[in-house]
């Protein structure tokens, strides 16, 4: 079955280090979305891609960086962690633009 | 003021009984609307999908929107213990904006046999 997943499931980092967040779908979608969900904030979008090449910024996208050079995948790079990251992050995917979001299960990432 | 403001909670019923979450939002841009289930430690699971205002029914879950006072609602009913689970409401304005979802807080649903 075609599915989205994301990997590490759990990850601990260090303040300053670089850390990537991989998320890879076998739907051949062509949108694909990150965001991040905290207590009081609900979910909220970092980074999105309409198709390979294209990316562009959300709500929440200073400190993270994505690049798409394929269909299947969008990886979120933290360039230098810091603690206000600490955070759970969820990609989502979908066929077209009248299309829902369908998410992964998410990675839990701790930055100490 | 948030976009989306949805009841947190927590809400617990009995086995069987019939479930109404609900959510309001002040963007006149939203144009699609949906629910998601959240178990704990799971990503968001799309329940239902609705464009503009109306009904739209699938098994024993019905979702609602009216856009003329900016309201959507979910209902469950004969409620079961595996519906326990976070909701989350959540609205996209399409377009240029989409997949730009703004989502509720969330409501904590317990249903206890």
């Known amino acids: 079955d075609a599915e989205i997943t994301q990997s590490p499931r759990h990850k601990i980092t260090e303040t300053g280090r670089q850390v990537t967040l991989a998320c890879h779908q076998t739907w051949n979608h062509n949108n694909m979305f990150w965001y991040r969900q905290d207590l009081g904030h609900g979910l909220r979008l970092i980074h999105y891609s309409y198709g390979v090449h294209d990316t562009n910024k959300g709500e929440v996208s200073d400190g993270y960086s994505v690049s798409r050079s394929n269909t299947e995948d969008l990886p979120l790079t933290l360039e230098s962690a810091a603690s206000s990251q600490t955070s759970v992050y969820f990609c989502a995917s979908s066929e077209d633009r009248v299309s829902p979001l369908h998410f992964g299960n998410g990675t839990r990432l701790t930055v100490t | 003021q948030k976009e989306v403001e949805q009841d947190p909670g927590p809400l617990s019923v009995p086995e069987g009984a019939i479930v109404s979450l609900n959510c309001t939002y002040s963007?006149?841009?939203?144009?699609?609307f949906m629910w998601y289930r959240q178990y704990s430690r799971k990503g968001p699971e799309l329940l239902m999908y609705?464009?503009?205002?109306g009904n739209k029914e699938d098994g024993r879950f019905t979702a609602q929107v009216d856009k003329s006072s900016k309201y959507i609602s979910l209902f469950i009913r004969d409620s079961q213990p595996s519906d326990s689970a976070t909701y989350l409401c959540?609205?996209?304005?399409?377009?240029?904006?989409?997949?730009?979802?703004?989502f509720g807080q969330g409501t904590i649903l317990t249903v206890h046999p």
């Open positions: 609705t464009y503009s205002s």
């Open positions: 959540a609205s996209d304005a399409g377009g240029t904006s989409y997949g730009k979802l703004t």
């Open positions: 963007n006149s841009a939203f144009q699609y």
